[in-house]
C-alpha cells in the first residue's frame, strides 16, 4: 500500500542526466549521469561548490541551456512519469512556468527593468491562463504580491524601486504565480544579506507548505540545507557522491563521502570546541578535462590507488548512497575515524 | 517630466549660443572681406571700405557677433554677399529638399537597420546574420557618395529604371534615400544586433523564458525595448553624419538643398550663407539630441525617475 | 601520501597574449589585417611600385583609356595612369587618416586624462566645450575649418584633427572613470600606491584597449571623411593624387568610363573595410563574453 502511494506521488525523476556544453575551448563535461527524485512536498538539496553542476541540472531540467551551447547528452526526467526529454519546445512551455518554476540567484537581475512588476507578475499568470481576461487575472496579481509580503498598491512600481529582499519576493511571486508542483530555487538567498536571507527562505518555506510544492533547493550553504531540506544530493565535478535524507547526510555517526565531511569542516561550527576551519584543499577540476577515476581524487586525502581510474564502488544502505571506494571496505567494518 | 523638458529647452540655448559662437568665429577666419567680393577686385579701396562699415564688418568680432545673435533672435540671419537676397529665406528655399532626403533616409536607414538587427541577434552565426553583418561592414566602409554613383550607372544607366538627377517628384529620392540611407542603416544595424545580444544573455531573459513564454514575445516585449536605448543613442548621433552627409550626396545627385547650398557658397566665399546654414544645421542636431534624452525616459523608467528628481 | 596533494595546474599566459590569440582565431578580422598591411606596403613602396611621375604625367593621346595591359585601372582625362594615382593617392589619404587620430589621440586623450583623473571644475568645463564641438555635425564643421584655413592637406589634417578631439576626450574620460571606480584601484590606493604609479600601472593598461579599437576604426572613418572633403573639391587640390579628388575630377566622366570612378571608390572602400574589420575583430578579442 505505502509503495503505491509513494509511487504515484512522485514529481520529478532525474536518471543518469549527462549535459555538456560545447565551447570554443572544447566540451565542458558539466553534469555526469545524475539521477536523483522528488516526492510530493519533498525538498532535495543540490549541494557543492561552483561548477560542480547544479544550476547545469536545473536548466537541463527546464530545457533552458543555452540553445547553441548546452546540450543534453543521455538521461532521462520525468516529470509525474511524463518524459520532458523528448518533449517539443511549444509542448516544454506548457510545463515552465505552469507545473515547474524557477527562481534565480541574482534578484537584481532576473526582473525586466522596463517593466512594473504586476506587469510581470501578470505575464506570467496570462502564459498559463489564455482563456481569462486581464480584469480577471488582476486580482490574483494583488493577491500574488500580498502573499510574498508586499502591498498590493506596489505593482504599478518598477524594480528599481525595490530592495534586493523585495525583489527576490516578487520573484518568488512570479515562479509561484501559476502554483507549479516543483520550484527550483538556483541560490535564491546568496545574493542577499544574511538578514534578508532568513526572511526569505522562512518565505519561502510558508509558502511551500501553503502551497504544498515540492523543491529543489541548490546551494552551497549547508545551513541553508539543514533548514529546509528533506534530501540531501551532494554534486562535485558534475556527478551526485553522496545522496540520502537529511538525517543521513547530517549524522556524523554514518560513512560520509570525503568530500561531504570536507564539506562540513569547511564551516564553522558554533558547539564544537573553537578549531581551525579546514578548507577543501585544490580546486574543483576543469570540467573540460576531468579526471580518470573518481573526480575527487586530485584533492583527497584518503586517495588510493585504485581510485585513480576505473570504476568507483557506489556504496547503498536504504536511501544512503555514496559513491567512494573507502566505501568497500567501510560496508562491513562501519567507518573507523 | 515637462519640468524637465523645459529645463532642458533652457540649457539649449548657451548651447546654441556656443556653437553659433564657434561657426561663427571660424568663419570669420576666412580670409577675404564682403566688401571686394560684393564689388569686385576692380572697386576702389575707399568704395570697399564704405561698403564694409556699412555691413558693419569693421567692427571687432565679439561686436559683431552678439549683432548676429540680436538679429538671429528676430529671425534675420544678414544677407548673402553674393545676391544680396536674405540667408534665411534663401536657407528655407531650400530646406524641403534636405528634409525630405533626411527624413527618408532615417526612415530607412531605421526601420530596416532595427529589424535586421533583430533577425541578425536572434539568429546569430547563420546564414542571414553573417551575410547582414557583412554587408553592413561593407556599407559602413564605402563612402555614400560613391555608392550612390555606382546606383546611378546600374540603376539610372544600365537598368533605366530611376532618374539620376535634379529633385522632382519623390522618383527622383529613391536612389538619393538609399544612398544617404547606407551608412546610417549599417550603423544601426550593427547596433541593434549588438544591443539584443547583450539584452538576449540577460537574466530577465530566462526568467521570462522560465515563465514559459513563447520566444517570439520574449524577444518583441522584453530584449527589443531593453535593446533599444543604445540603439537609440545611436540614432541621434548618426543623424548629425548624415546631415553632414547629405552634402556630398546632394553633389551627386545635383539636388537643391542646404548642403549644395552650402557648398556653392563655400566655393564663392559667400560667408554668412555658409554661417547660416550651419548653424541651421547644428541647432537642428542639438534640438534632436534633446528629443532623443527625452524619448529616452519614456523607454526606461529608471532614467525617468532620475528626471524628475532632479 | 604527499603526490596525492594538490596538483591543479593553473595556465598562466599573458593577457596580450590571449588577446592576440583571439584576434588570430577571427578571420574577418586576420583578412583585415592582412589588407592593410598590404596597403601599409603600397604607401611605403609607392616609388618603387610605379613612379610619381606617371602619376601627373598628362598624356592627351592616352587619355580615357579602358583598362588593359598598358593600364591596370586606365586612364583618366588627362591621360594620367589611375593604378599610379591610386598607388600615390594611399599616401595622401592614409596620412590624413592616420595623422588626424594620432594627433587627436594626443590631444583628446591628455584632454580627457585630465578631466576622467581629476574630475570637478576642470571636468566640467573641458566637458562643456567638447559637446559644444560635437553638437556641430562633424562634416560640416571640418567642411568650415576647411574653409577658413585654406585648401591644403595640412589645413585638412589639421580641421579632422579638431573635429576628432572630442571623441577622444569622451573615450578616454569614460575609459579612465570606469577603471577609476573599479575595486582593484581602490585596493591599489589603500595599499598606498602614489597616482602616477596608479595611472601608469593599472589605468593606462585597462584604459588602452577600447581606446585602440575606437582609433581602427577612426581612421577609416577620417578617410572616409577626407575623400568626400576632397571629393567636393575642397582640400587636398589637383593635380596631386588623392582618391576622393580622383573621384570629384573623373564624376563627369563617370557615365561614360566608369573605370575612372570605381576603381579609387574600391580603394577607399577597401582601406576603411580593413581598418573596419580589424576594429571589430580587436574588440572582440578584447571582450570576448559578447562571443559565446
Known amino acids: 500500500m505505502d509503495h503505491t502511494i509513494e509511487h504515484t506521488d512522485k514529481i520529478l525523476e532525474v536518471e543518469n542526466l549527462t549535459a555538456v556544453y560545447n565551447t570554443d575551448a572544447g ?45 543534453v547528452k543521455s538521461g532521462s526526467i520525468r516529470y509525474r512519469g511524463d518524459e520532458l526529454l523528448t518533449k517539443n519546445k511549444a509542448e516544454m512551455r506548457l510545463i515552465r512556468g505552469a507545473c515547474i518554476s524557477m527562481i534565480f540567484q541574482d534578484p537584481m537581475t532576473a526582473l525586466n527593468p522596463l517593466m512594473t512588476v504586476g506587469e510581470q507578475i501578470y505575464e506570467s499568470l496570462a502564459i498559463h491562463n489564455s482563456n481569462k481576461t486581464q480584469k480577471e487575472l488582476e486580482p490574483r496579481v494583488d493577491e500574488l504580491l500580498e502573499l510574498v509580503g508586499i502591498p498590493a498598491r506596489r505593482k504599478i512600481n518598477y524594480p528599481h524601486e525595490f530592495s534586493g529582499g523585495m525583489k527576490q519576493r516578487i520573484v518568488i511571486a512570479i515562479a509561484l504565480a501559476c502554483e507549479p508542483l516543483l520550484l ?13 536571507q532568513a526572511q526569505v527562505l522562512n518565505l519561502m518555506d510558508e509558502l511551500k507548505q501553503k502551497l504544498s510544492t515540492s523543491m529543489i533547493m541548490i546551494t552551497h550553504d549547508l545551513g541553508v540545507v539543514a533548514q529546509t531540506c528533506d534530501k540531501v544530493a551532494v554534486m562535485y565535478a558534475g556527478e551526485i557522491v553522496e545522496y540520502g535524507m537529511l538525517e543521513e547526510i547530517f549524522d556524523p555517526n554514518r560513512p560520509h563521502h570525503p568530500y561531504t565531511i ?65 566505501m568497500r571496505k567501510g560496508e562491513n567494518d562501519g567507518r573507523a575515524d | 517630466m515637462s519640468k524637465y523638458i523645459l529645463k532642458r529647452l533652457l540649457t539649449l540655448i548657451p548651447t546654441l549660443l556656443a556653437v553659433i559662437f564657434i561657426v561663427y568665429f571660424i568663419m ?15 572697386a576702389s579701396q575707399e568704395e570697399i571700405d564704405a561698403k564694409n562699415e556699412e555691413l558693419g564688418y569693421n567692427k571687432p568680432l565679439p561686436v559683431r557677433y552678439v549683432n548676429y545673435v540680436a538679429d538671429l533672435v528676430h529671425g534675420d540671419m544678414g544677407n548673402s554677399w553674393k545676391s544680396g537676397r536674405p540667408v534665411m529665406g534663401e536657407i528655407i528655399a531650400r530646406l524641403p529638399v534636405t528634409v525630405t532626403l533626411a527624413v527618408g533616409a532615417i526612415l530607412i536607414g531605421t526601420v530596416i537597420g532595427i529589424l535586421v538587427g ?63 540611407a547606407c551608412p546610417f542603416l549599417a550603423s544601426q544595424m550593427r547596433m541593434t544586433r549588438t544591443s539584443m545580444l547583450e539584452v538576449i544573455r ?78 541651421m544645421l547644428a541647432s537642428f542636431f542639438a534640438i534632436l539630441m534633446l528629443i532623443v534624452d527625452v524619448l529616452y525616459a519614456y523607454i526606461d523608467p529608471r532614467i525617468k525617475s532620475r528626471y524628475e528628481r532632479k | 601520501m604527499g603526490e596525492n596533494t594538490v596538483k591543479v595546474k593553473i595556465k598562466k599566459k599573458s593577457q596580450a597574449g590571449d588577446i592576440w590569440r583571439r584576434f588570430l582565431k577571427n578571420k574577418t578580422a586576420v583578412f583585415g589585417l592582412i589588407v592593410f598591411s598590404l596597403i601599409m606596403l603600397v604607401v611605403l613602396l609607392a616609388d618603387v611600385i610605379v613612379s610619381y611621375d606617371s602619376a601627373l604625367t598628362q598624356n592627351i593621346m592616352d587619355r580615357l583609356q579602358a583598362p588593359g595591359a598598358a593600364h591596370w585601372f586606365g586612364t583618366d582625362n588627362f591621360g594620367r595612369d589611375i593604378f599610379a594615382r591610386i598607388v600615390h593617392g594611399s599616401r595622401n589619404s592614409l596620412l590624413v587618416g592616420i595623422g588626424a587620430v594620432a594627433i587627436g589621440i594626443t590631444v583628446g586623450g591628455l584632454l580627457g586624462s585630465v578631466a576622467g583623473f581629476y574630475g570637478g571644475k576642470i571636468d566640467s568645463v573641458i566637458g562643456r566645450i567638447m559637446d559644444t564641438i560635437m553638437s556641430i555635425p562633424l562634416m560640416l564643421l571640418v567642411l568650415s575649418l576647411v574653409t577658413a584655413l585654406g585648401n591644403s592637406l595640412i589645413n585638412v589634417l589639421l580641421a579632422m584633427m579638431i573635429a576628432n578631439i572630442p571623441q577622444y576626450v569622451r ?79 573623373g564624376k563627369q566622366f563617370m557615365t561614360m568610363y566608369p573605370y575612372i570612378v570605381v576603381f579609387p571608390g574600391i580603394a577607399i572602400g577597401l582601406t576603411a573595410l580593413a581598418l573596419n574589420l580589424m576594429g571589430d575583430g580587436l574588440r572582440d578579442a578584447l571582450d570576448p563574453k559578447l562571443k559565446d
Not at chain 2, 159 to 168: A, I, K, N
Open chain 1, 184 to 196: 527550483i530555487a538556483d541560490e535564491p538567498t546568496t545574493a542577499l544579506d544574511v538578514t534578508i
Open chain 1, 262 to 326: 570536507g564539506l562540513f569542516n569547511a564551516i564553522p561550527s558554533l558547539s564544537g570546541e573553537s578549531r581551525r576551519l579546514k578548507p577543501i584543499d585544490g580546486l574543483m577540476p576543469d570540467p573540460a578535462n576531468l579526471p580518470e577515476g573518481c573526480r575527487f581524487h586530485p584533492r583527497c586525502q584518503e586517495c588510493m590507488e585504485c581510485c585513480k581510474s576505473g570504476e568507483i564502488y557506489q556504496y547503498e544502505n536504504g536511501t544512503h548512497k555514496i559513491k567512494c571506494n573507502l
Open chain 2, 28 to 42: 570669420d577666419l576666412t580670409p577675404g572681406d564682403p566688401g571686394t567680393l560684393i564689388l569686385g577686385e576692380r
Open chain 3, 171 to 249: 573615450i578616454v574620460r569614460a575609459a579612465i572613470l570606469s577603471v577609476v571606480g573599479q575595486d582593484y584601484i581602490e585596493a591599489a590606493r589603500a595599499c598606498g600606491t602614489s597616482n602616477l604609479k596608479i595611472i601608469v600601472k593599472h589605468v593606462i593598461p585597462n584604459a588602452i584597449g577600447p581606446i585602440i579599437v575606437q582609433a581602427t576604426m577612426a581612421v577609416g572613418t577620417m578617410i572616409l571623411n577626407a575623400a568626400g572633403i576632397s571629393f567636393l573639391g575642397m582640400g587636398i587640390q589637383p593635380p596631386t593624387p588623392e582618391w576622393g579628388a580622383m573621384l570629384n575630377e
Open chain 1, 27 to 71: 566540451v565542458v563535461h558539466a553534469v555526469n549521469g545524475v539521477s536523483f527524485s522528488i516526492n510530493k512536498k519533498e525538498t532535495i538539496g543540490l549541494v557543492g561548490e561552483t561548477g560542480a553542476g547544479k544550476t547545469t541540472t536545473a536548466l537541463a531540467i527546464m530545457q533552458l541551456l543555452p540553445e547553441r551551447t548546452g546540450e
Open chain 2, 202 to 279: 540577460m537574466d530577465y531573459i530566462r526568467t521570462a523564458r522560465a515563465k514559459g513564454q513563447r520566444e517570439s514575445k520574449i524577444i518583441m516585449q522584453h530584449a527589443l525595448r531593453n535593446a533599444l536605448l543604445p540603439v537609440v543613442t545611436i540614432l541621434g548621433i548618426n543623424f548629425g553624419g548624415l546631415l553632414g552627409g547629405t552634402v556630398t550626396i546632394e553633389t551627386v545627385f545635383t539636388l537643391p538643398g542646404v548642403g549644395s547650398l552650402i557648398i556653392e557658397a563655400i566655393r564663392t566665399k559667400d560667408v554668412p550663407i555658409v554661417t547660416g546654414a550651419t548653424v
Open chain 2, 118 to 180: 533583430i533577425l541578425s541577434a536572434v539568429k546569430q552565426y547563420s546564414f542571414l546574420d553573417f551575410s547582414a553583418t557583412a554587408i553592413a561592414m561593407a556599407l559602413a566602409s564605402f563612402p555614400g557618395f560613391w555608392i550612390g554613383m555606382m546606383l546611378i550607372l546600374l540603376f539610372s544607366l544600365y537598368l533605366g529604371w530611376l532618374p539620376s538627377f535634379g529633385g522632382g517628384d519623390l522618383k527622383h529620392y529613391i536612389l538619393p534615400w538609399i544612398t544617404t
